[in-house]
T-cell receptor
Framework: SAVISQKPSRDICQRGTSLTIQCQVD?????MFWYRQQPGQSLTLIAT?????????ESGFVIDKFPISRPNLTFSTLTVSNMSPEDSSIYLC??????????FGPGTRLTVT | AQSVTQLGSHVSVSEGALVLLRCNYS??????LFWYVQYPNQGLQLLLKYTSAATLVKGINGFEAEFKKSETSFHLTKPSAHMSDAAEYFC????????????FGTGTRLTIIP
């Protein structure tokens, strides 16, 4: 398994600003993912972040809005840029340390006012 | 593309009664299927996973699920509900083992009636 921590756990931000969310894993993993869970809805994959390569974004998500860094095998950041109230969501990172495994962090609850 | 459909966004059962949460999948290749649970204000926890080894999969907290190819289903069950089972449950599918993107269903909120 993998233990994942995220910072901050929650934040309230003003529209037009940016927030960077950190994801830390207790072991080295190649594959890391960022998901968004809008209020009352399911999870949607934003991007896949593999160390040593550019993040791969899903349809509807762009790098300018959600830039991702993956400097090493235990850490990643997701930035939510130029925020609007529609960005209010829970943002979760997950890792896949092996086949048939994907573990999730506790999430970052973002409210944009 | 792969997808999962969860029937029933809200399910209520009495404490001690059978829990049945439904999940149907759509996949052109043999799928890998997962059930996750999300307790209030927490992240997702893996309950169980189907990886083609056995059709009846046992997970944590007394839950199990049966893969039925003929019905394209992967329903989650628990014989006797506990108050602590109240949570949101998500079915998910992956094309290649869960170490790539997961596609989630819309979730089922389980309420336990005392």
């Amino acid at each position: 398994s993998a233990v994942i921590s995220q910072k901050p756990s929650r934040d309230i931000c003003q529209r037009g600003t940016s927030l960077t969310i950190q994801c830390q894993v207790d072991s080295q993993v190649t594959m890391m993912f960022w998901y968004r869970q809008q209020p009352g809805q399911s999870l949607t994959l934003i991007a896949t972040a593999n160390q040593g390569s550019e993040a791969t974004y899903e349809s509807g998500f762009v790098i300018d809005k959600f830039p991702i860094s993956r400097p090493n095998l235990t850490f990643s950041t997701l930035t939510v840029s130029n925020m609007s109230p529609e960005d209010s969501s829970i943002y979760l990172c997950s890792v896949s340390p092996g086949v048939y495994e994907q573990y999730f962090g506790p999430g970052t609850r973002l409210t944009v006012t | 593309a792969q997808s999962v459909t969860q029937l029933g966004s809200h399910v209520s059962v009495s404490e001690g009664a059978l829990v049945l949460l439904r999940c149907n999948y759509s996949s052109s290749v043999p799928p890998y299927l997962f059930w996750y649970v999300q307790y209030p204000n927490q992240g997702l926890q893996l309950l169980l996973k189907y990886t083609s080894a056995a059709t009846l999969v046992k997970g944590i907290n007394g839950f199990e699920a049966e893969f039925k190819k003929s019905e394209t289903s992967f329903h989650l069950t628990k014989p006797s509900a506990h108050m602590s089972d109240a949570a949101e449950y998500f079915c998910a599918v992956s094309p290649s083992g869960g170490n790539e993107k997961l596609t989630f269903g819309t979730g089922t909120r389980l309420t336990i009636i005392p």
